[in-house]
Structures are given as structure tokens and as C-alpha cells.
């Protein structure tokens, strides 16, 4: 071998040994691992931080997991199409443009339908508290309206091929039973509106009762009723309330009950539930929802006057206008001014009794001297003619020419249920207070449930 390519062990030796001994001499003291530690950390608290502040500032996205609703045997629920029915109440001043525009129903298609003449010309003038129905389909096109012209009949547009058709047709009603019942804190219209009768609905019932309860006088917080009327529904939606078929009125810890029955000759009349009529002769009081300002005695201070003398009927105080009714069928035998009781009606009730209604402002002109009376008729309106302090009804009964208290004498009962009748409304009163009860017993049940005291 030549010299030139010989490898020397020995200088090979001396580099790595070169090389290891300036290793040894590039490590770190303790001191400087304790150093870079610290800085390592610094380094870390900072990256922290700023990852936590970006994190801050961008949202955050969850991902949520639902679960899958179970499979279940009933029907899903049914989705309204998108061609039904829409109704928009009538107001005063409306048009039918202006009914329609929230539609999206144009110019184009009102001239259509005004256009076909005599048929429509309801349409022309809309009736206030009345109400419209359009029916629309996908693409917002009318294809039929239908308006009330009565409670019997109404009038109907479809659209054809030919353009739109008009027609009346009568309308379908359908009849059920509702129930209302309450509690009297306030007042007999306060506890009916309460429970979801109009006014009509309250008098109704005050008049079925009237022969029985004064509601001037006896009602007393605590009392209650129970009612069962129809209702009468057109297409799935109530139109109004009907007569009342079956009543309870609980009054002063006693219960009345009242049953509607229609004769032969479609004759309604209510009976209890023996058949009685519980139509009396007379009224308790000839006018309704007032108070008794002075009561019947044999020596009462008169305010005008100013001496003790006898007060011979019973005064209501009511509101100047109040109408007043006839207490029983009769006829007018005094309509004139009459001394101290100002503008007076008296009338003579067969042969034995007679009533008297005094210091009225003025006459009913459809209750003449002389005519025949119907009970609950009107004869005139509560005034302060006379000798009066202030608007009331001086009210007084006679029997056989002698003064008795109103609201304590014994009143004549009408005839009962023809015996022909009997079985009839016995079947029906049955079924009716059956009714009564089931609704009675429910309804309390209800209230006990979600009482706040109930579990």
C-alpha cells in the first residue's frame, strides 16, 4: 500500500475525543437549566392566554344531538290546507277592496265578482259585526267567498270555468247543549258574564225566576246558578246562544229549578220538575236589578211632607228611564197624573186584584187607558213626578181594595202542566236534569282539580 491512502487510527481517535471533550463543555450549568425552565413556561402561559382570547372572540359552535321522536300507531296531526277557509270580521266603513287587499286578491278579480250584477249587490254595502270568508288557493287566486245575509241564508261565489258563479243558499245549523255555571260575589251580571253568558242569556234567566226571587232584593253573595242552553253552530263555529232548556238557581240556601217544555201548539213554557208552572199571576218586583229605597209600613217620615204617615207600597230606586213592567195580565184603568204620586198607571187584575205605579216620568204610548196588558209588558219609565225626592217607582197591591206588602203577600199560582202532557215532559225533564247534574258534578270536579289547593 502506498502511504498517501493509509488510514491513521491513532489521528481518528484524537478528533472524536477532540470532538467529546467540547460537548462536555457546551452543557449547561444547573443554574442555566433552572433559567431556560422558566422561560419555557413563560413562553407556554403566553401561548395560553392567547388562544383563550381568540376563543372569546369567536362564536363557540355546538353540536347538539336530538333523538329521533318514537314511532307511534296515532295519526299525525292534520295540517290546515293551504285553499281553506279564511274569515275577516266586518267593520263600519269597510269595502269589499279593502276586506280583500291582505289577501293579495287584485282589482281584477273584485271587478269579476262585481261585475255579475243584481246577485252580489249585498257585497256593495257589508254590514258592520258581520263577516267575510275567502277561500284561496296556491297561487293566491280566489276561488270562493261566501257573506251572511241573514241568519237563514247566505250568499256564495265559486269560481268556474266561465268565470265566477252566485247563488243563495240556506244555512245548515246545527243545535247543542252548553252549560254555564257561577258563584254571585258582585252581581248577577257579573257572575253571568263570568261564566259566558251575554246579557240576553242573564235576563233570560232573571226572568225565568222572577216569579220567585226579587233580584232587587234577595240575592245574597253565595248564591249560584247552573244553566243549560242551546247553542246554535254553523260549520264547525257558534253563531249565538239559544233559549235556555234547564236552569238552577240556588238562592238564600234554597234551590229552584226550572225546565223549558213546548206544547202542541209550540207553547214554551217552564214548569218545575213536578210540571208546576213556575210563572206566577204577578211578578215580585215590576222592575229589574234595583234597590228598595223604602219598604211598606203603617208610619214612615214622609221626606217631602215632613210628617209620619202611612206608607201603603214598596219604592224601588233605580235610574231616571228604567222601564217599568206590568206585574201581571190585566187592564189599564188609570194612565194620568195623580196628585202627590205624579204620572200613574193602575192596573185592575180580574176581579179581585188591582196594582199601582207611581211618580213615572212618563208613558209607555203602546200602553193606552183601557187596554189589555200582558205581564212584563211595559207600561211607562221610572221618574220622580209627585211628591219625590229623587227618581223611584212607588209600587203598591191591592187585594179586593185593601193595601198588602209586595213583597210579602202570597201570590196566585198559574195552572199546572195539562195532564195530556205529563208523560211527555216527564221524559224530557228527566233526560234534561240528567244533563244538569252531569255537568254539575263534572264542572266542580274540574275546579277542585286545578285549585290552587288541590294535588
Known amino acids: 500500500m502506498q502511504p498517501q491512502h493509509r488510514v491513521n487510527l491513532l489521528d481518528t481517535d484524537f478528533?472524536?475525543?477532540?470532538?467529546?471533550?467540547?460537548?462536555?463543555?457546551?452543557?449547561?450549568?444547573?443554574?442555566?437549566?433552572?433559567?431556560?425552565?422558566?422561560?419555557?413556561?413563560?413562553?407556554?402561559?403566553?401561548?395560553?392566554?392567547?388562544?383563550?382570547?381568540?376563543?372569546?372572540?369567536?362564536?363557540?359552535?355546538?353540536?347538539?344531538?336530538?333523538?329521533?321522536?318514537?314511532?307511534s300507531s296515532s295519526p299525525a296531526p292534520k295540517l290546515e290546507p293551504v285553499d281553506a277557509w279564511r274569515t275577516v270580521g266586518i267593520k263600519s266603513g269597510d269595502n269589499l277592496a279593502k276586506l280583500l287587499s291582505p289577501f293579495g286578491i287584485d282589482a281584477r278579480q273584485i271587478h269579476q265578482i262585481m261585475s255579475l250584477g243584481k246577485p252580489v249587490r249585498a257585497l256593495r254595502d257589508l254590514q258592520a259585526g258581520a263577516h267575510l270568508r275567502v277561500r284561496l288557493d296556491e297561487q293566491g287566486v280566489l276561488q270562493a267567498l261566501a257573506y251572511d245575509l241573514s241568519e237563514q241564508q247566505n250568499l256564495q261565489l265559486e269560481r268556474t270555468e266561465d268565470g265566477f258563479k252566485a247563488y243563495t243558499r240556506a244555512k245548515n245549523y246545527q243545535t247543542r247543549l252548553a252549560f254555564a255555571q257561577a258563584q254571585i260575589h258582585n252581581s248577577l251580571f257579573a257572575a253571568g258574564r263570568q261564566a259566558g253568558l251575554n246579557d240576553t242569556m242573564i235576563m233570560q234567566l232573571?226572568?225565568?225566576?222572577?216569579?220567585?226571587?226579587?233580584?232587587?232584593?234577595?240575592?245574597?253573595?253565595?248564591?249560584?246558578?247552573?244553566?243549560?242552553?242551546?247553542?246554535?253552530?254553523?260549520?264547525?263555529?257558534?253563531?249565538?246562544?239559544?233559549e235556555i232548556v234547564a236552569a238552577e238557581f240556588v238562592n238564600r240556601g234554597?234551590?229552584?229549578?226550572?225546565?223549558?217544555?213546548?206544547?202542541?201548539?209550540?207553547?214554551s213554557r217552564y214548569y218545575t220538575p213536578q210540571g208546576r208552572s213556575v210563572r206566577k199571576a204577578f211578578l215580585r218586583s215590576p222592575v229589574r236589578f234595583t234597590r228598595i229605597s223604602s219598604r211598606f209600613s203603617s208610619g214612615r217620615y214622609h221626606p217631602v211632607l215632613h210628617r209620619?204617615?202611612?206608607?201603603?207600597?214598596?219604592?224601588?230606586?233605580?235610574?231616571?228611564?228604567?222601564?217599568?213592567?206590568?206585574?201581571?195580565?190585566?187592564?189599564?184603568?188609570?194612565?194620568?197624573?195623580?196628585?202627590?204620586?205624579?204620572?200613574?198607571?193602575?192596573?185592575?187584575?180580574?176581579?179581585?186584584?188591582?196594582t199601582l205605579y207611581a211618580?213615572?216620568?212618563?208613558?209607555?204610548?203602546?200602553?193606552?187607558?183601557?187596554?189589555?196588558?200582558k205581564q212584563g209588558q211595559i207600561i211607562g219609565y221610572v221618574g220622580s213626578s209627585g211628591l219625590a225626592t229623587g227618581p223611584h217607582l212607588h209600587y203598591e197591591f191591592r187585594v179586593n181594595g185593601r193595601h198588602h206588602d209586595p213583597l210579602r203577600v202570597?201570590?196566585?199560582?198559574?195552572?199546572p202542566l195539562a195532564r195530556r202532557f205529563k208523560k211527555t215532559f216527564d221524559t224530557q225533564s228527566n233526560h234534561l236534569?240528567?244533563?244538569?247534574?252531569?255537568?254539575?258534578?263534572?264542572?266542580?270536579?274540574?275546579?277542585?282539580?286545578?285549585?290552587?289547593?288541590?294535588?
Open 410 to 415: 202570597k201570590l196566585p199560582k198559574v195552572a
Open 15 to 71: 478528533k472524536y475525543l477532540k470532538i467529546k471533550s467540547n460537548l462536555k463543555k457546551a452543557r449547561f450549568s444547573h443554574g442555566q437549566w433552572r433559567v431556560a425552565l422558566v422561560c419555557g413556561l413563560f413562553l407556554i402561559s403566553v401561548v395560553t392566554f392567547s388562544m383563550a382570547h381568540l376563543l372569546q372572540r369567536q362564536p363557540v359552535q355546538t353540536r347538539v344531538k336530538i333523538p329521533l321522536p318514537l314511532l
Open 359 to 373: 211618580h213615572l216620568s212618563r208613558f209607555n204610548r203602546k200602553a193606552r187607558h183601557g187596554q189589555r196588558i
Open 206 to 242: 232573571a226572568s225565568i225566576f222572577a216569579w220567585d226571587i226579587d233580584f232587587a232584593l234577595d240575592i245574597r253573595e253565595g248564591d249560584g246558578f247552573s244553566v243549560l242552553y242551546k247553542a246554535i253552530y254553523h260549520e264547525g263555529e257558534k253563531v249565538r246562544s239559544g
Open 308 to 354: 209620619f204617615r202611612a206608607h201603603k207600597g214598596v219604592d224601588y230606586a233605580a235610574r231616571r228611564g228604567t222601564p217599568v213592567r206590568a206585574a201581571g195580565d190585566g187592564r189599564i184603568t188609570y194612565r194620568a197624573r195623580k196628585g202627590g204620586y205624579g204620572n200613574t198607571v193602575i192596573i185592575q187584575h180580574g176581579h179581585r186584584y188591582t
Open 254 to 267: 234554597k234551590t229552584y229549578r226550572a225546565l223549558r217544555f213546548t206544547d202542541d201548539r209550540d207553547r
Open 433 to 455: 236534569l240528567a244533563r244538569l247534574d252531569f255537568f254539575k258534578r263534572n264542572t266542580v270536579a274540574l275546579a277542585d282539580l286545578y285549585s290552587p289547593s288541590g294535588n
